[in-house]
Structures are given as structure tokens and as C-alpha cells.
């Protein structure tokens, strides 16, 4: 990364990073891949003028949460750049997180007369009672700290707790099981008087959180996870001197872009087709675009084969929309995949293709996983897709004389 | 390694890692590798539903020794666990070496009245006076230390030296080449004490020895190199949570694998047959099963192209053996290549299989090296197939949210 950003150099050439989120599968005797079973006319043609190849975002049999799998493809190695779950939560709920701010995970739960954690869901509450519950848990005041509480989906939140010098180095207070009591948080390092103050801090918010709670049966408790304070990252305007912009329609996403310095576009998208059209309507603001497309990955995770194909069908039709802005790099991949048969992300390479017309055209002429195993790339780590993205826009300087 | 430990999780599914070793060939314009020119139908349809590539033990261009081809099977960066010659020599002879214990390879070696070196290898001496001379070098005694001489063939043996606080960092008394005396040994770092002291012990042991072979001619002198101290490595049970049993018929092999905790079945088995009935009687108890095959190694060795075919064919008349205890797992390899042409050990890549439910079948249907390398795994480092082995066998979980 200290050497792409040595050799970076502002050009006007633009590229675009269309991520299908989950697009890999597996391919057994009997059935291909969702991507290899979609009929896919444009993305082969794509495939046939493009260099191709797969990706392991994080290792080798490595299965990629969707935030290492992100910044993978955004060219930070997720194993050094090793972002905590309470950010990701924070950035999940699109909260706009700040340097120092320590956040953590937070699930709604069931407690029984003795304290006893029964259900560690609170029997999945409706998102509405997760927003009411958030809102009164946001009154709470702990000395000396500001804080946040963020409603996710159903019984998921994030709380950010924001003062000069907060530690994030403290213990989860969810123990990950039932029939036991939640944990009382304590200093990673019992020696460290800042994590301490911060325990005790936590866990005076947790003991408030509680008396507020006891009446929400079955959302009468809180577990708290992932603790993590948030570092600033390397911008992508640092390392790349790109201008880069996020088209996303899921919290998340957005979050992992705005955590590397991208501009997010808010404007209404939902659908892939909308998604084009805003790459469209702000093609002249960045040099860089990166357009995230979601069901691919719900659906894997549905396990619902036929929907995934079809998605995959969805993004062949509309990716004319793409080509017709003639960006100079176009990347299509995945941040890992999710095969309908495992209903989850998986370790498997995710297939890859680069048009360009700098690029070293393969002879792969479909864009499936059999075929692209064949490609031009080989088998890369997902880290460092940024570069040759940067070096198929000829933005960068030679190395050496 | 430390990714893995993290992410590894205890489960049902069992795995069996089965190297048939040197089993990688060279072909020319003439001819096939040898298991390209074997007929292995079986193992065909077996890569026919397989994930396959090829890997490299060490890195690209670098030929393996037993030890550091196997510690990159088992996932252990063999640039990082550098095992020496002595210790790899004790796990030769299959003693149970300890930790802190320090090891060295000996040849018994021929000098004249001068003390000259005229043979380095005693005119190779049959075995059974190996293990006459180690027998009498083991009544030495040195104070303050426990001391071994263990026979390996030939004119090869092992000593180990056991005692609290003994220091590895000493040089060879083994010039490597003839026409001068053996060397003093001394220690790496005049400065440090401890090997210093070991020094002045080894040189003892190493005196008392030469007025013991004096009457022994050809063997009347001893050569010894590769000093080293044994420090435990990370145990399969402590990174990757299995149960691990090694099934080999030689020493080498079971060393190797003691040295990372796997249990060492020892059911008399010799032949490929009995070695894979040896896994079918002990399929109960463990998780993991090392199984090694050494003849592919040894005709490669000689030299002998059709009889590495043979055994290659023998091979696959037998895996049906391991087949009918459906491993959820099932890896293929070898821990280096060993082409008759080289009658060596060689640096080319090794051919590997992956059978799984949870693979990416990918289109190769021939279990060769011109066919693999054009299979979903591409070409990997070696230290990664145990991650991949786990992956297949859903023992990682996923890595970030």
C-alpha cells in the first residue's frame, strides 16, 4: 500500500468497482453456480473482451465477513486493517463515527427472575420495538462521555460512547450462550487504568440500561460485544489521489466506504437499475465509483438458488447502463462468496473480470468460475485488485528507473 | 497460522490428508510424468469431482527436504519453523525427543594415522555395525548430561543430549569434505557461555568417542553436524482443534508428525493396503488422518520411472480403501516432487486434489500435472492447504462481521 500510494498519480481516467456482494458459488457434479447457471450475454461478452481470473479477499479457505471482504477490495489487508464489530455495527447503522469514538455491538436479550440470560435475541423483536428501546436507552448519561445508541434490525443496536481518550480494550459483557448471566465488562489488561475507567463506565451504562429495560419483557436485558475504538484509516484520496464516490442502497456499505474517505451518494437508490442511473447523474464528479449490489448475497444466504440466478440475470440486463459511460477500468466482482447451499459467505475464490482497453485480453469468453479460473489473472489476493484497477487507468508512475 | 487458530472450531467432520510422497513428475516432449503415464482410473474420477491445483511446498524454484515438505502440509511456515538437521535426524530414528533436548546428525567416517578424513561415509558400513558402534558410543559418559546414540542406516546416526539449559548455537565438527581433520566445535557466538560450555562437551563426548572407534576401522572416526535445540512446536490440538493421527511405515514420517502433536498409530503397517486398513480400524477415534505413502519417493529416488508408475497404479487399485469411509475431506498430494529424471528431490510444483461436498468442482477429470494446473485451486503456497482442508471440512469460522 506504500508503494501504490508513492506511484499513485491524478489522471482523468475513471474506473468503476461493481461489486455483486456474495456472486461466487459452488459448482458440484450436477448443478453449476448461480453465475454459471444465469444467462449472462452481456457480462460474457464483458468476460470476452476483458482479463479475468478469482480473488481470495482475505486467505487462502478464509471465509470474509462483509467488512474485511470490503476492505479487501478497497486494497487494505483486512488482516492489518483488522476493523472491530462495533465499528463495523456503527458503520452498519450508518452512524457517522469519529476518530477516538469506541463502539460495540449490542444484542436485545431475555433475562429470567435470577438474571439468567434465556434468549439472546429477546425472541427477535420487531425492528420498530428495537427502534423505541434505542431511543429510551439514548438518555442514559454517564459521566463524562457522550453516547449513542443506534437501532439495527430487530433485536441488533450499536452503542458508541464518544470522549477524549476512551479505551476500546475492555471484555465483552455478552458471553455468547444461555443459561448464565451476562458478564461484567472488565480491562483486557487489568494494568491498564484507561480500559478500567472505561469498564466501569460500561458497565454503569449497562446497570441504568437494565433498570430502564425490566419492564420490556422479552427485551429486558442488553449484551454487549466487540468492543473497539475507531482509528482513522488511510484515505483513499491519500493512498490513490482518486476522488472516489460510493453507490450503495444498504447501511453498511456505505459505512465501509465512508470509513476510507469515499463520498457516499444518497439519492434514493434501491434497485440496480437505480443504482446506474445515479452512476449516470454524478459521472462527471468522481474518478473513482464504487456501486455495491446487495441481493446477490441475500439471496445466497436465503439459500434460494433460482433468485440468486435471477438477480444475476437483473445486473446482465442493466449493466449496459455502465458500459455506455465507457469507464476506462471496469471491474465486476464479488467481496466473497455465498453459495445458496451453504445459505452463508463462504472461503471460496470469488470470479473477477477488468475491461480495459489496457488490459492483456484472455481467452475466457464466459464469466462463470470454471472459466475464469482460466483468466488471465490467475488467482490473486483480493488486496490487490486496487492496484491493477489503479495500473489498467495508467495511474501509475513506473517503479525504479 | 494465528488467523487459523482464531477461526478454528471443533466439529464431526473428519479429514484425511493423504501424500504419496515425491509423487510429482517432469514431463518432456517425450514423455509423461509418471503420474501423468500411470493408469489411474480411479484417481481420475476422483479428481472429477474434486477442487485441484497444484502447490508449492516451500516457494516457487525451492526443493523441499522431508521435514520442511511436511511442515508446510500441516500448515507450518517452513521458513519460520526452520527444523535442523539434527532434529530432524532424532525423528529419523523415531526417538522421542524432548524439548530442550539438542540433537545432531552423525557419519560414521573413515581418517588415516594423520587424522585426516579419507571416507566421510566409513565406506558406507552395513547398518548392522551402525547399530553395534551406536550401542557402544552410548556407554559414554559426560558429566552433567543424558546422552543417545541412536543408528539410522548405513554409516548415519543421531545423537541427543539431554540436560536443563543445554545451548544448540555450535558449529559442525563435520567439514564436509575430505583431506582435512575434523573440526573443533566451538560455539556461533564466542560470547556466549552457555554454548561455549556445550562445546567443551560435545568435544569431550566427541574424544572419548574417537578412542572408542579407533579399533573400528573403517568406521574410526565420527563426523557431526546440524546441532540444534528441539523448542515444540504449536500443536495440531492447540491451532486447529482436531485429533490428529499419523498412519506411515517410516520413521521420518512418524517423527515429523510426533513433532506436532499427531498421535502415531503403530499397527504394523507396511504396505499401502495395510496402511489404509490401519485407517479404516482406527476411524473411530480421531479427526484428522496423516497418511503417508513412501514409495512414489523412493523409486524416484532410484531412478526408476516404471516402478513409480507401479506404485502410483497400486495407489489407485487401493483408494477405494479410504473411499468407503467417506472422509468429508479428502486431500491428495505430495510433499514435494521427486521426478526419476532427477533421482532427487525437485523444486517443481506438486499436484493436489481436494474432494469435498463443500468443493468448487471444478472441470479437470484427469489427476495429472498438465491437468491440474488448470484447476480451481490454481497454484498455492503448500502452508496454506491445511486452512483449505479446514475450510472444506466447515471448521473456520468466518473472519469479521
Known amino acids: 500500500m506504500e508503494l501504490i500510494r508513492q506511484l499513485a498519480m491524478k489522471t ?39 482479463v479475468t481470473g478469482v480473488h481470495s479477499p482475505v486467505a487462502p479457505g478464509i471465509t470474509p465477513g462483509s467488512g474485511p471482504g470490503h476492505l479487501a477490495l478497497f486494497g487494505y489487508d483486512p488482516l492489518v486493517f483488522d476493523i472491530g464489530r462495533g465499528i463495523l455495527s456503527a458503520l452498519g447503522v450508518n452512524f457517522e463515527i469519529q476518530p477516538a469514538d469506541v463502539a460495540a455491538r449490542v444484542n436485545f436479550a431475555t433475562i429470567d427472575e435470577q438474571g439468567v440470560i434465556t434468549d439472546r435475541r429477546a425472541g427477535r423483536i420487531p425492528t420498530e420495538t428495537c427502534v423505541q428501546l434505542c ?32 479505551s476500546g480494550s475492555i ?26 475507567q472505561m469498564a466501569k463506565r460500561v458497565n454503569e451504562f449497562i446497570a441504568q ?33 482518486l476522488n472516489p464516490a460510493c453507490i450503495a442502497a444498504y447501511p453498511m456499505y456505505k459505512g465501509v466506504s465512508r470509513l476510507v474517505g469515499m463520498k457516499v451518494i444518497e439519492d434514493g437508490q434501491e434497485t440496480i437499475a437505480d443504482e446506474f442511473e445515479v452512476l449516470k447523474k454524478h459521472w462527471q464528479e468522481h474518478d473513482f465509483f464504487f456501486v455495491h449490489v446487495k441481493k446477490t448475497d441475500s439471496y445466497g444466504e436465503d439459500g434460494n438458488y433460482d433468485a440468486k440466478v435471477k438477480v444475476i440475470e437483473e445486473l446482465d440486463r442493466e ?39 489496457n488490459a492483456r485480453v484472455d481467452d475466457v469468453t464466459r464469466f462463470g468460475e470454471k472459466d475464469v479460473v482460466h483468466g488471465g489473472l490467475g488467482h490473486l489476493a483480493g488486496k490487490h485488485l486496487m492496484a491493477l484497477a489503479m495500473a489498467h487507468g495508467l495511474k501509475l508512475e513506473k517503479f525504479g528507473a
Open 209 to 241: 440500561a437494565l433498570a430502564i429495560l425490566a419492564s420490556h419483557h422479552p427485551a429486558n436485558a442488553l449484551l454487549m460485544r466487540g468492543f473497539d475504538i475507531y482509528e482513522k484509516l488511510p484515505s483513499f484520496q491519500e493512498i490513490y489521489r
Open 171 to 196: 471484555t465483552d459483557s455478552d458471553p455468547q450462550r444461555l443459561g448464565t448471566k451476562p458478564l461484567e465488562v472488565l480491562p483486557k489488561d487489568p494494568s491498564d487504568a484507561g480500559a478500567a
Open 319 to 357: 449493466i449496459h447502463r455502465v458500459l455506455e459511460l465507457e469507464p476506462d477500468v471496469l471491474i465486476v466482482t464479488g467481496d466473497h462468496s455465498t453459495p445458496t447451499d451453504f445459505k452463508a459467505h463462504s472461503f471460496h475464490p470469488v470470479p473477477v473480470l477488468i475491461r480495459s482497453r
Open 12 to 50: 482523468n481516467s475513471k474506473i468503476v468497482l461493481l461489486v455483486a456482494d456474495g456472486i461466487g458459488g459452488i459448482s458440484t457434479v450436477d448443478r453449476p453456480t448461480e453465475l454459471e447457471g444465469a444467462k449472462t450475454p452481456n457480462l460474457d461478452d464483458l468476460a470476452a473482451e476483458s
Open 135 to 166: 431511543g429510551e436507552l439514548s438518555k442514559i448519561q454517564i459521566e463524562g462521555l457522550d453516547l449513542f445508541v443506534r437501532p439495527e434490525k430487530e433485536h441488533r443496536a450499536a452503542v458508541i460512547f464518544r470522549a477524549p481518550g476512551l
